[in-house]
C-alpha cells in the first residue's frame, strides 16, 4: 500500500465549475500537507500549504485536511483553462521544507 | 516567490557517458537542496538530499555511486548521472528549502529532461 494514494484521473470539468481533488494517506507521522500545480515539462509550484485539521483559502483555491480521517482535499473555485494542469499533494512529517512524499498526481483539463 | 533554476533543461547523451545537473537557488541561500525524479505520469520520487558542506543522503534503491550529489556552497547543488543507461532516462527535479524567515517552503526547479541512447 503506498502512503499516499491520489486519483491520477484525468479530471475533464467546463469553465467555471468547481473542482474537487483528494488525497487520503496512511503515515500518522505525517502533519504538515502541501499541494502543488505542475504544467507540462515544468516543475512543481507550490499552491497551497497547511498543517492543521480544517479549511484554509487563497483566492479560488481552499485546501481541506482531516487528520482524523487521513484525508485531505483541495477545491479550485470557478474553474479557468488555465488551471489545467496536474495537481499533485505532498505531505510530510517535520515541515515542507523536509522529506516530501506525492502522490501520484491528478491531470485536470477545464474546457471552454 | 523564490526561484531555483536547472541546467541544462534537457540533455541527450550516449550510453556510458556521464551527466552533469546544476540545481540553483537564484535569490535565497538554501542549506538543503532536494533531488528527485519522476518517470512518465508517476509522481515525483526523492532520490536524495543534499545538505550544504556535507554527504548527501541518499534514499533506499538508490545507488549513491551512480548518482553523485555535490553541494558545495549555499546556492548550487550538482547531480552527475555516472555511466548513464537508457533506464536512467527520466526528468529530474531538484528544490531547495529557503533558509530564510519562511524555512517550511522548497521550492522547485524547472526540470531536466535526460535521454539516453
Known amino acids: 500500500q503506498k502512503e499516499v494514494e491520489q486519483d491520477p484521473g484525468p479530471l475533464s470539468v467546463p469553465e467555471g465549475a468547481i473542482v474537487s481533488l483528494n488525497c487520503t494517506y496512511s503515515n500518522s507521522a505525517f502533519q504538515y500537507f502541501m499541494w502543488y500545480r505542475q504544467y507540462s515539462r515544468k516543475g512543481p509550484e507550490l499552491l497551497m500549504y497547511t498543517y492543521s485539521s480544517g479549511n484554509k483559502e487563497d483566492g479560488r483555491f481552499t485546501a481541506q485536511v482531516d487528520k482524523s480521517s487521513k484525508y485531505i482535499s483541495l477545491f479550485i473555485r470557478d474553474s479557468q483553462p488555465s488551471d489545467s494542469a496536474t495537481y499533485l499533494c505532498?505531505?510530510?512529517?517535520?515541515?515542507?521544507?523536509?522529506?516530501?512524499?506525492f502522490g501520484t498526481g491528478t491531470q485536470l483539463k477545464v474546457e471552454l | 516567490g523564490a526561484v531555483v533554476s536547472q541546467h541544462p533543461s534537457w540533455v541527450i547523451c550516449k550510453s556510458g557517458t556521464s551527466v552533469k545537473i546544476e540545481c540553483r537557488s537564484l535569490?535565497?541561500?538554501?542549506?538543503?537542496m532536494f533531488w528527485y525524479r519522476q518517470f512518465p505520469k508517476q509522481s515525483l520520487m526523492l532520490m536524495a538530499t543534499s545538505n550544504e558542506g556535507s554527504k548527501a543522503t541518499y534514499e533506499q534503491g538508490v545507488e549513491k555511486d551512480k548518482f553523485l550529489i555535490n553541494h558545495a556552497s549555499l546556492t548550487l547543488s550538482t547531480l552527475t548521472v555516472t555511466s548513464a543507461h537508457p533506464e536512467d532516462s527520466s526528468f529530474y527535479i531538484c528544490?531547495?528549502?529557503?533558509?530564510?524567515?519562511?524555512?517550511?517552503?522548497?521550492?522547485f526547479g524547472p526540470g531536466t529532461r535526460l535521454l539516453v541512447l
Open positions: 535569490d535565497f541561500q538554501a542549506t538543503t
Open positions: 505532498a505531505m510530510s512529517a517535520g515541515g515542507g521544507g523536509n522529506k516530501l512524499t
Open positions: 528544490s531547495a528549502r529557503d533558509v530564510g524567515w519562511n524555512q517550511e517552503t522548497q521550492y
